[in-house]
């Protein structure tokens, strides 16, 4: 597992977000019970969720019959190494794959020079992948 089930509910939450976007030209505020069930999320945890979102500048919140979450910033400007890093943080994707504390290139473990281009790959991956992308991905595959 990459990540948490947070961090993945966050990036499925996200993504409808971003669909959204795509679909009405500007971020639309979303009730947090229309996306978890749109996702098949528990309400209560994704909202728990949200709100780590809101702190870490992802997401807006808006209060009001018209209310709900929407995104911050435009969908191309949030990727997803941004979401996990607030969420679960990256310090997994920089740990020792057998979990030595000491492992590093000047003291590499016996697994390092195979992980480390792995682990580098997949931060490439986090790092290089919008919320856009993600959304442009899923409508294309609806499309089909």
């Known amino acids: 597992m990459l990540y948490s089930s947070a961090a993945e ?83 997994a994707l920089d740990r020792c794959v057998i979990g030595l504390p000491q492992c590093s290139d000047r003291n590499p473990c016996p697994h390092h020079a195979r992980w480390k281009p792995v682990r580098d790959q997949i931060k490439d991956y986090l790092l290089g992948t919008t919320l856009a992308d993600l959304a442009q991905a899923v409508q294309i595959h609806r499309s089909r």
């Open 9 to 91: 509910y966050a990036i499925r939450a996200l993504t409808q977000l971003a669909l959204s976007e795509m679909k009405f030209g500007q971020p639309k505020p979303s009730p947090v019970q229309e996306l978890a069930e749109r996702e098949a999320i528990p309400k209560h945890f994704l909202g728990k969720v949200f709100q780590t979102l809101v702190r870490a500048g992802i997401l807006t919140s808006m209060r009001g019959p018209h209310g709900g979450f929407a995104l911050a910033r435009p969908a191309s400007q949030i990727t997803l190494y941004e979401i996990v890093q607030a969420i679960d943080g990256t310090a």
